[in-house]
């Protein structure tokens, strides 16, 4: 299959690299020309292990391309992935400025028909917006709206396995209007799966909603450690014995069950605030999320203090 991916980003080089290595010609395309240049001289500009020899393999062996030019690669491809950034605005709302950029020039240089796919993270209604956007662009050029239809398919990545994570993944969720859309992407998706069927096939909003109310309860997960911490402290427990106890509880797991600063990184502090922000929209109470969100935040605060009481205020 050919594919265009816009943005080159931690998400949309992952994704380009991994659905080159298994055969398919991937068309990355970024506007920092400085960015594209250096990936076509094999200089990767995030550190991911493991994505370094499948960048090179898949150029070398011409599977993967590095481009600024976006007409160019879309005339050769079936189906655009958009997997650029989403920070989130000073009320938490994510912002969608560069999302609405691409929809509006795939508006204004589609010549066929192509299913787009929003991999970015982004509050529900969006690939509606998205698929709007771009139809109106085509509209204006006298061609069928129906050239795009959208489709969503989060991605699941965590920093430092991505390419272990999208090569072996616990699961494939798309967001489709029509069973045809998700056939073409199960069949992108297929050599991922080969142990186990881990397709999950729903509606769009279900999709988009899907990967804020992962990393939402991963992000409640840390905060309720750190308040179990916090109580430790107070009663003289030791807060590893009792993350080790309850870790071993199949209902459970693991996993997230670490105190500490709290959580931070790219993705759960921006992802809590914009499903908060969404709530805030729908006029939908959500005081758990904003529980999570508010002990996070006096998690730093407690470990400064901390830090101020063991000098003495020193």
Not at 24 to 32: A, I, L, S, T
């Amino acid at each position: 299959m050919k594919i265009t991916i816009i943005g080159t980003g931690y998400v949309g080089l992952v994704t380009g690299a991994c659905l080159a290595d298994t055969g398919n010609e991937v068309w990355c395309v970024d506007k920092n020309e400085i960015k594209i240049e250096n990936l076509k001289k094999g200089i990767i500009p995030i550190y991911e292990p493991g994505l370094e020899p499948v960048v090179t393999r898949g150029v070398k062996e011409n599977r993967l391309y590095f481009t600024t030019d976006l007409p160019s690669s879309l005339n050769e491809s079936d189906v655009c992935f958009l997997t650029v950034d989403t920070p989130p605005n000073a009320d938490g709302k994510a912002d969608l400025t560069n999302v609405l950029a691409v929809a509006r020039s795939l508006g204004e240089h589609l010549k066929k028909p192509m299913l787009v796919v929003t991999k970015s993270t982004v509050p529900v209604g969006t690939t509606l917006i998205v698929q709007e956007t771009i139809q109106s662009g085509l509209k204006k050029r006298g061609l069928d709206p129906q050239f795009a239809v959208c489709a969503s398919n989060p991605e699941f990545l965590k920093e430092g396995t991505a390419v272990q994570d999208f090569k072996y993944p616990d699961r494939v969720v798309v967001g489709v209007s029509s069973p045809a859309h998700a056939e073409v992407l199960k069949e992108l998706y297929e050599p991922f799966m080969r142990k186990r069927e881990c397709f999950l096939v729903m509606d769009i909003p279900s999709s988009e909603l899907s990967k804020y109310a992962a990393n939402a309860m991963l992000a409640t997960r840390i905060s309720f450690m750190n308040e179990i911490a916090a109580l430790c402290e107070a009663v003289g427990a030791d807060i590893s014995e009792v993350r080790q106890s309850i870790g071993w509880d199949p209902r459970i797991g693991s996993q997230f069950l670490y105190a500490g600063l709290g959580y931070g990184g790219s993705c759960l502090p921006k992802d809590v605030l914009a499903l908060l922000q969404l709530g805030r929209e729908k006029k939908c109470a959500m005081p758990l999320i904003e529980a999570t969100d508010l002990t996070n935040q006096r998690q730093r605060e407690r470990f400064l203090n901390r830090i101020v009481g063991h000098f003495d205020g020193e």
